[in-house]
């Protein structure tokens, strides 16, 4: 079964950081950009990052550059996402998936909840 799981999320206040991992599992993640998404409550998902599969090459939002950093190790077939200097509005669900994301390969996500 081809699937990416998500992890690392919680409740944090404002200013704290979390790490979230993506995990694959049936897929061979080594092979393509993998990008972190998010969907707040009552918005649509936007992308947050992505990483290149082959030189590490980054991109972030303008939203969380300079404090989101994604990372990747092939060898453990995991993406992750530190997030630093966690601010309300990065409230949301956070999933990992291609870039641009597959359909097929949407997980449960993780729950990230930024508050005093």
């Known amino acids: 079964q081809v699937q990416l799981v998500e992890s690392g999320g919680g409740l944090v206040q404002p200013g704290g950081s979390l790490r979230l991992s993506c995990a694959a599992s049936?897929?061979?993640?080594?092979?393509?950009?993998i990008g972190w998404f998010r969907q707040a409550p009552g918005k649509e998902r936007e992308g947050v990052s992505c990483i290149s599969s082959s030189d590490g090459t980054t991109y972030y939002a303008d939203s969380v550059k300079g404090r989101f950093t994604i990372s990747r190790d092939n060898a453990k077939t995991t993406v992750y996402l530190q997030m630093n200097s966690l601010k309300p509005e990065d409230t949301g669900d956070y999933y990992c998936?291609?870039?641009?994301?597959?359909?097929?390969?949407w997980g449960q996500g993780t729950q990230v909840t930024v508050s005093s």
């Open positions: 049936g897929f061979t993640l080594n092979y393509y950009v």
């Open positions: 998936n291609t870039a641009p994301p597959r359909g097929d390969l």
